[in-house]
């Protein structure tokens, strides 16, 4: 493996990872004391419906020509072609959505709403193939930099017209201008041939891996958003709200740590995808990296809810605290389960990525259903955390025995050490008084703690020098 480019990626991945955390932070605390509760509800439901577009016009390609060797310049143009036609009947599709999601959430607000965004659905289909190539050459640099000042366009526009008072319609609009600078960069910075002829032999070429790709991707997402379906449509848009602002608080860390690797992983891991042993030992590594981070950071998060949702997005947002709370236990699973997409695709066992994604959408579904019939952001938050456990049990059989071919209790290995840090900070937390009532004080406290015993569980278990080591390497 090439020690520069990994170290690079992960450099500019950093570095485009930690500034938009810190970007989205400080918008999402300003927009959730301007905007409402009911506000937030309305994106969330609307947050749904993008994702599952945006899926739909990636269509695997992204990953797929990343990781495809023999596509030529015309193969490249005639995949880009495709794309533009997709991107436009998706486009249109969306636009024509707002009124029955109108009549399924039994609102008036919406079809406004997917007709802005329809813009948004068709400029996100046609960056797909030009991102695609420039993470291919290794153009981290580019792509985190480009992301770091759209996301600084997309801040200044909708706390503007939030200021304004254009309320939802503020990110909205944000969002079709954040969207409109990335594809306009993306499509000036790549020699893409125009003028190749639309074929079938490109999409032959790379379809075997996008199709599992994207039926992974099309299954997932009825994973990860059925409890925003079902919350939305049978408990209310404001307790969707109060669950939406959990969970995204939730994924910050795995955002803001995990998140660093993923994109590096498949580019630089998919030029030793005849070489299993070195993507295993890679992928171990990772789990011991981000055990040790993402384990003593869910006890933190644990115990800091009250303090943490009150500081970052105000009095309003009391009712996220419980939910938050119980989301927080699952963490560190969310941080490793992020990386294992990259290494399925890095093997070139997107088939085994798929079955993963099936059995993991019926878990979810099933704990979701049941959290919704017990009726409350609560029940759905502990169901989501009961399948993200089982979901990580399973995802593991399938990578260490199926994929590599290895031992399962390698994976328990990596994460022994970890426990005894997570161990650590249940000690230093479980009986630490209430401190003031004012959470920044608490969060400058607790946080203080938070890295005193990390350090003193990272010199217990002997493991400092190993990760300087690590980073090293």
């Known amino acids: 493996m090439s020690k520069n480019a990994f170290k690079t990626g992960i450099l500019f991945s950093a570095f485009g990872k930690y500034s938009n955390f810190a970007i989205n932070l400080l918008i999402n605390s300003i927009l959730s004391r301007i905007l409402t509760p009911e506000d937030y509800g309305i994106i969330t439901i609307v947050q749904i419906f993008l994702v599952f577009f945006d899926m739909l016009a990636d269509m695997g390609f992204g990953p797929a020509v990343i990781q495809n060797r023999t596509l030529d310049d015309d193969d490249i143009g005639s995949i880009f072609k495709f794309s533009i036609l997709v991107s436009i ?4 599709f969306f636009a024509l959505l707002g009124q029955p999601v109108n009549i399924f959430y039994d609102k008036d607000v919406f079809v406004p709403i997917f007709i802005i965004l329809g813009f948004e659905i068709f400029f996100y289909g046609l960056m797909v193939v030009p991102r695609a ?3 291919k050459k290794k153009d981290f640099k580019s792509v985190n930099l480009l992301e770091v000042v759209s996301n600084i366009i997309y801040g200044i526009v909708a706390v503007a017209l939030a200021l304004l008072g254009f ?3 503020s990110i909205i609009l944000g969002r079709v201008v954040k969207i409109f600078c990335m594809f306009s960069f993306y499509f000036t910075h790549n020699k893409i041939n125009y003028r190749a002829k639309l074929r079938k032999e490109p999409i032959i070429k790379i379809w075997a891996f996008a199709r599992n790709q994207f039926l992974f991707n099309f299954i997932n997402y009825f994973s990860r958003n059925l409890d925003n379906i079902l919350i939305g449509r049978y408990i209310g848009s404001t307790a969707l709200a109060f669950y939406g602002k959990s969970y995204q608080t939730s994924i910050y ?7 660093i690797l993923s994109p590096v992983i498949q580019p630089i891991m998919s030029d030793y995808q005849d070489r299993k042993h070195i993507i295993k030992d890679v992928y171990l590594r990772v789990v011991r990296l981000l055990g040790n981070l993402g384990i ?3 006890i933190f998060c644990f115990f ?3 303090d943490i949702i009150m500081f970052l997005f105000g009095d309003q947002w009391t009712e996220s605290i419980p939910v938050f709370r119980i989301l927080a236990i699952s963490i560190w699973l969310q941080m490793i389960a992020s990386s294992t997409g990259a290494f399925y695709q890095s093997a070139n066992r997107t088939d085994l990525l798929l079955f993963s994604g099936i059995q993991s959408t019926i878990l979810n579904v099933a704990a979701i259903i049941y959290g919704i019939y017990l009726g409350t952001i609560e029940s759905v938050a502990i169901m989501v955390v009961i399948s993200f456990t089982l979901n990580f049990v399973v995802n593991n059989y399938l990578l260490l025995i199926k994929t590599f071919e290895s031992k399962y209790r390698e994976v328990l ?6 426990a005894v840090l997570g161990l650590i900070q249940l000690a230093i ?3 630490l008084p209430t401190i003031t009532d004012n959470p920044f004080i608490n969060l400058v406290v607790k946080g203080t703690l938070f890295v005193i015993g990390l350090v003193v569980g990272l010199l217990v278990t002997k493991q400092l020098k190993e990760i300087v080591r690590l980073v090293k390497d």
């Open 296 to 298: 003593p950071l869910s």
């Open 89 to 92: 009947l998706l486009g249109i």
């Open 133 to 135: 190539l420039l993470l």
């Open 429 to 431: 937390f479980a009986f």
């Open 413 to 418: 290995e990596a994460l022994a050490k970890p």
């Open 253 to 259: 860390p795995n955002s803001l740590l995990a998140g």
């Open 167 to 169: 309320t939802y319609y």
């Open 304 to 306: 800091a809810a009250p």
